[in-house]
């Protein structure tokens, strides 16, 4: 590379470090990402203390590679809401709790966890849900019906996700709503361990301590019940599964309810949002899904692509490994870039296109690997059944703004999403 490139790469990589830190400050993260892809796919980030990859190959490798482990990026990620040195004890044993769960696990304790909570994600087990995943969208859009403006995110993509999940687990609405909040906050999930420091302020990081602690009681009182009592519902099916006499204790069944809730929220309702956001503003995409609800399958995961509601998962490398031609030393951290990896020419004709009907279409939204999404199926269910609701109850609806403004967070997803309809009443 020349002296101009590096210069440019540098000054690109400062932006994504910039970006994570903020990225209310960069509405249009595409054309960044694209650049430093064609610069170099694999790269080091000063400020950011990391590798990152935006391309496609690079990142399925990384993700692929057992030269990476997920426990010491969780560690760094997560540890500074319950330090040993200075946190009380239960809210350290909560941060514990939460840094055991699959997600942020290694193999062997990963395969173990991973084995058993995937049980309850079977494909018959999501087939059985989808009667009450289309009840509660029924009741959502039927909510909704009868306003000629209202925010999209607000009214059907947020609580979508969380109804659903509540129902699945058999606990209230208003008990997870009082005790979720602030864990996909950009400025907890910030990657490394110093940059929380500057980056978490204080009264943030004590609002989610106290509700990872509030969460862990409860849950685990929800579950205790459970196992005196059991119903039909999510928590009482983990607590009886069991795989060659193994089970899930009591804190990793706490860990896995965190996670389902977690997980599923705002990405999800981000795959409704930005994904109704990318249909009207390609009217020809928006007529044709509605025109044809066979595509609707092929239309989620363009969205999932295009619209990615993920940004990127960190790793370690455990040794030394090469990436792209880039010799990642242990102990580095690697950041692939979903979102940039999904646009990325070598793999997807014409990336920036939004395209119903693309096939085939490998994103690795899910990641690829062994934490490739449990909730996947269910996402999509989810999303399907909004969208095709969309389709058919609020055919006439549009954009009720110019500029939508995409809000700070580690996930991709919109402040808000004004949309208006012409109700006949109203003619
Ligand atoms: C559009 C919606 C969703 C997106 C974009 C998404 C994305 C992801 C990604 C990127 C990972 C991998 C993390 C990594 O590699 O470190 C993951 C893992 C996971 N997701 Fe999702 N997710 C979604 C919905 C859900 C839902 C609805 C649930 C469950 C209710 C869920 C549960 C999980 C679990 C349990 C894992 C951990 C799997 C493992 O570590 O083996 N996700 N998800």
Redesign the pocket.
Known sequence: MNAGGSARLRALSDDLAGYFADPSRYQDPFPMYRELREIEPVHWCERYDSWVITGYPEAVEL?KHSGVL?EPSAEAQFRHLGRRDIDAADTVAAVDIFLAA??N?DPPH?TRL?KL?SRS?SARAIESWRPRIDAIVDQLVGKVEAKSEFDLLRELAYPL?QQV?CELLGVPLEDVDAITGHMGDSRIMTVRGAEHERSTPEDLRLLTQRQLVRQVEYFRAAIAERRRAPRADLITSLTQIEEEGDRLSMDELIG?VI???G??HE??A??VANGMLALLRNPDQWALLKAEPSLMPGAIEEI?RHE???RG?SRVARTPIEIGGKRIETGQQVMPL?IAANRDPRVFDDPERFDITRTPNPHI???A????????V??KA??ASMLSAICTRLDDLRLAVDEVRWRPSYVRGLESLPVARELVGAR
Not at 369 to 376: R, V
Request: proline share 5%; hydrophobic share 50%; glycine share 8%.
């Open positions: 993700l997920r699959v997600i696990r990963h991973r909570v994600f996700p999940i896995t996670i389902l809730i997980a599923g990405t999800t981000n795959l999932l990615t509601p993920s998962q979903l939204t899910f990641t690997g062994i934490h490739y999404c449990l909730g996947a269910l996402a989810e999303a």
